[in-house]
């Protein structure tokens, strides 16, 4: 490809970044600036596969391979939105599948800590996310999430990109004191957005509404 065409690329994947943010997003009501600006800037089409990069902007969730998705992008910013970033803390990620989310946290958060149970998923996010200049404060491992990171722990925020019937006890346990955790929680067909928040031994829940994810693979036992 000469430079013209990939300037031409470039140009027109900014437009249609542009045209996300604007008419899915800051449409439907998220209204934190500093998602929205990076979301207008970490190239999307980058983390789908090559046959599905003409829709990588649309208002959709699009296969990645070995059963699982890319979020449409009007849930990613939700999620990132109820996070509450202010740019200093340490998020754990589970789910890395594209490393798309992960690419955006990097770019809000302060360290990321990133757990992927497919390991072929997990290499294919860890070499972009390489590529793309993601090295410093971003940790990445193949694991079973439901167990965290305890050796990395507390955590001031944890996320979810999988389902898990409830939210798992260890994850609880490793959320900081005054820490948020946002997740899709519930059965494949009934599944809740909810931000819980740790204060000292109580947690309380707020549900965002419903959503659908794939649902999170737990280990044996």
């Keep these: 490809m000469d430079d013209a065409a990939a300037t031409t690329l470039?140009?027109?994947?900014?437009?249609?970044?542009?045209?996300?943010?604007?008419?899915?997003i800051q449409a439907r009501g998220v209204a934190d600036p500093r998602v929205a600006n990076i979301m207008r800037v970490v190239p999307r089409h980058l983390f789908v596969p090559a046959e599905d990069r003409a829709h990588a902007y649309e208002d959709c969730a699009l296969p990645i391979g070995h059963g699982a998705t890319i979020s449409q992008p009007i849930v990613v910013a939700t999620m990132l939105e109820a996070l509450h970033l202010d740019g200093m803390e340490r998020v754990?990620?589970?789910?890395?599948?594209?490393?798309?989310s992960t690419a955006l946290l990097c770019e809000l958060a302060g360290e990321v800590w990133s757990i992927e149970l497919d390991a072929h998923l997990a290499q294919r996010a860890a070499d972009l996310l390489r590529k793309l200049g993601y090295r410093d404060r971003l940790h990445l491992r193949a694991g079973?999430?439901?167990?965290?990171?305890?050796?990395?722990?507390?955590?001031?925020?944890?996320?979810?990109?999988?389902a898990p019937p409830h939210v798992p006890k260890p994850l609880l346990e490793q959320l900081a004191d005054g820490g948020r955790l946002v997740a899709p929680v519930g059965p494949k067909d009934r599944q809740k957005l909810v931000a819980v928040e740790r204060h000292g031994a109580r947690f309380t829940k707020t549900d965002l509404g419903d959503v659908r994810f794939v649902p999170l693979r737990e280990s044996d036992g």
Excluded: K
């Excluded at 079973?144 to 999988?162: K, M, N, Q, T, Y």
């Design 144 to 162: 079973h999430g439901e167990e965290g990171w305890p050796s990395a722990g507390p955590f001031d925020r944890i996320v979810l990109g999988c």
């Design 92 to 100: 754990l990620e589970i789910g890395t599948g594209s490393g798309y």
């Design 10 to 24: 470039d140009s027109d994947a900014t437009r249609e970044r542009d045209a996300m943010v604007r008419d899915q």
